[in-house]
């Protein structure tokens, strides 16, 4: 059973940064895309950010765009999502998600079919 397994998560005041970790149990390119959600109390799961396993172009929703960024190192087999600029809207569980598929562009959570336990975010 495929396994991601993220970390980094914790408190942070509003204007700082946070850096998640997400380590899958398989390669990280035998994913095509590779990607970010997070889910807020009341509000629907949004996908955050992606990344081509292949190439590395990347993709952010408006909301974290020029605030974030996801990269993917191959060698440590590990996907991250550097977070600066934090605000109290950015307060969810975290979640790393992989699909073989493509799609990456469109930041939706159904396009994934490995998913990790979440880590949690809380600024305030």
């Known amino acids: 059973q495929v396994q991601l397994v993220e970390s980094g998560g914790g408190s942070v005041e509003a204007g700082g940064a946070l850096r998640l970790s997400c380590k899958p149990s398989k390669n990280t390119y035998s994913y095509n895309c590779m990607g970010w959600f997070r889910k807020a109390p009341g509000k629907e799961r949004e996908g955050v950010a992606a990344?081509?396993?292949?190439?590395?172009?990347?993709y952010y929703s408006d909301s974290v765009k020029d605030r974030f960024i996801i990269s993917q190192d191959h060698v440590k087999n590990e996907l991250s999502l550097q977070m600066s600029s934090l605000k109290p809207d950015d307060t969810a569980m975290y979640y790393c998600a992989g699909t073989s598929a493509g799609y990456c562009y469109r930041l939706k959570y159904y396009d994934y079919e490995d998913w990790g336990h979440g880590t949690q975010v809380t600024v305030s």
């Open positions: 990344i081509y396993s292949n190439g590395g172009s990347t």
